[in-house]
């Protein structure tokens, strides 16, 4: 089995847009907007302003991704990259794959001089949180809090 991750493709939309779907039923129990999810990662993967995607593939086969968006920290004069989604096909957790994800992530953000890789998880998505716990995340000093538009 070889594993190798790179950047996402155009070609890559419909399985990150299953991937993505796939998440959201999991993670919080929600079903998105097919359509929607499609123009969101669409548009990301023609702008990597918006954010940025990498694919996980074994034997050729896609079976992974995660995504960074960036916030500006006028405080610090530098960016901090937020996970805004991971996924492992089911097959293939457990097996250490995360860590090899985040593992680019945090080398291109390291080149990039980025201050912190970030990321929130839903509150009852415990599988989740100590998945990233044994992949080195720490608990936050910040509440995530929303107001609605």
Do not use: C
Request: aromatic letters at 10%.
């Amino acid at each position: 089995m070889t594993h190798n991750v790179r950047r996402a493709k155009l070609e890559d939309l419909e399985k990150l847009v299953e991937f993505t779907l796939s998440e959201a039923s999991e993670a919080e129990g929600i079903v998105k907007n097919t359509e929607k999810v499609r123009e969101g990662i669409l548009t990301a993967l023609k702008d990597e302003s918006v954010a940025i995607y990498w694919v996980m593939e074994n034997d050729g086969q896609i079976i992974g991704n995660v995504s960074v968006v960036k916030e500006w920290s006028d405080w610090n004069a530098g960016y901090y990259w937020w996970i805004q989604s991971m996924y492992l096909d089911p097959k293939y957790r457990g097996q250490g794959l995360m860590k090899s994800l985040l593992q680019t992530v945090k080398e291109l953000a390291a080149q990039q001089r980025t201050l912190e890789l970030r990321l929130y998880v839903h509150k009852d998505n415990e599988r989740a949180t100590k998945a990233y716990l044994k992949s080195g995340f720490t608990n936050s000093d910040y509440r995530v809090m929303v107001i609605g538009i």
